[in-house]
């Protein structure tokens, strides 16, 4: 118990300095430092994630820097997706349980080298500039295409349990041009709202470990905001490439 709570306040204070990241480091530390099975693991860290965003979700929609629209057009497409992805695990446990570990394990491998390549890239001057220009851009995609782009998101955090927050911000930032508060705020709702959905099918399927997710709770509440408090005085540019780095060699270490 006080190993998944010290891992619990170590990811919320990284989550709290960067405002991303949270389950490509936990899902990882509860399966292959801890030795966790997949499905709980998945199941536990989404579960843990969706009480922990709540709090982040609450206080965005106070401010009003969120866009409930995208929210909402998001949503139609990852909320369904997820319970696919929660069924598809289920169902190829319930197969072959090997299986679906090993399903797991290459995707989550394969996650964890997407998001770290996005943070790495994104300590390069040229491209956050350009990523900076791209918010300057207000045209949307149509309907069809922002459900599609939440269903593939959601499809695959309600597998992996990630993506939910970085993945989906970098979408918003090409795709949609938001601003940087709208951005984080519509971000961390929609992520709330997912991560709430795909945990709920978990629950349903009996992938959840509560204890595990009251021990990492304990943890992160305050790891998050420690880490708050510190993201103040710490450049967030010094973390970017350090946390990139270890998902970068987590990840190319799981497929090989």
């Given at each position: 118990m006080v190993h998944n709570s010290l891992a619990g306040l170590l990811v919320g204070i990284l989550v709290g300095?960067?405002?991303m990241g949270g389950a490509s480091l936990m899902a990882?530390?509860?399966?292959?430092?801890?030795?966790?099975?997949?499905?709980?693991?998945?199941g536990s860290d989404l579960a843990y994630?969706?009480?922990?965003?709540?709090f982040g979700a609450f206080?965005?929609?106070?401010?009003?820097?969120?866009?409930?629209?995208?929210?909402?057009?998001?949503?139609?497409?990852?909320?369904?997706?997820s319970l696919v992805g929660v069924w598809l695990l289920n169902a190829i446990d319930k197969h072959n349980t090997a299986e679906a570990q090993a399903l797991v394990t290459h995707l989550i491998g394969?996650?964890?080298?997407?998001?770290?390549?996005?943070?790495?890239?994104?300590?390069?001057?040229?491209?956050?500039?350009?990523?900076?220009?791209?918010?300057q851009i207000h045209k949307e995609p149509s309907l069809a295409v922002t459900i599609a782009i939440g269903a593939v998101g959601g499809f695959l955090v309600g597998?992996?349990?990630?993506?939910?927050?970085?993945?989906?911000?970098?979408a918003l930032i090409l795709l949609f041009g938001l601003s940087a508060r709208e951005l984080v705020g519509t971000d961390i709702v929609h992520g709330c709202i997912l991560t709430m959905a795909a945990?709920?099918?978990?629950?349903?399927?009996?992938?959840?470990?509560?204890?595990?997710?009251?021990?990492?709770?304990?943890?992160?509440?305050?790891?998050?905001?420690?880490?708050?408090?510190?993201s103040t005085r710490?450049?967030?540019?010094?973390?970017?490439?350090?946390?990139?780095?270890?998902?970068?060699?987590?990840?190319l270490k799981i497929l090989l």
């Open positions: 300095m960067t405002g990882p530390i509860l399966i292959y430092v801890f030795g966790i099975k997949a499905k709980y693991a998945i994630a969706a009480i922990a965003k709540a206080q965005h929609h106070r401010a009003g820097t969120v866009n409930m629209r995208i929210v909402g057009r998001l949503a139609l497409g990852s909320v369904p997706a394969a996650m964890l080298i997407l998001v770290a390549l996005v943070l790495i890239a994104r300590t390069i001057p040229q491209v956050e500039a350009w990523f900076a220009r791209r918010q597998l992996t349990s990630i993506g939910s927050g970085t993945l989906f911000g970098v945990a709920w099918g978990h629950v349903w399927v009996g992938n959840v470990d509560y204890p595990l997710v009251g021990s990492l709770l304990v943890g992160a509440i305050p790891g998050i905001l420690l880490g708050g408090y510190f710490m450049p967030e540019n010094a973390l970017r490439p350090a946390i990139g780095t270890v998902l970068l060699l987590s990840g």
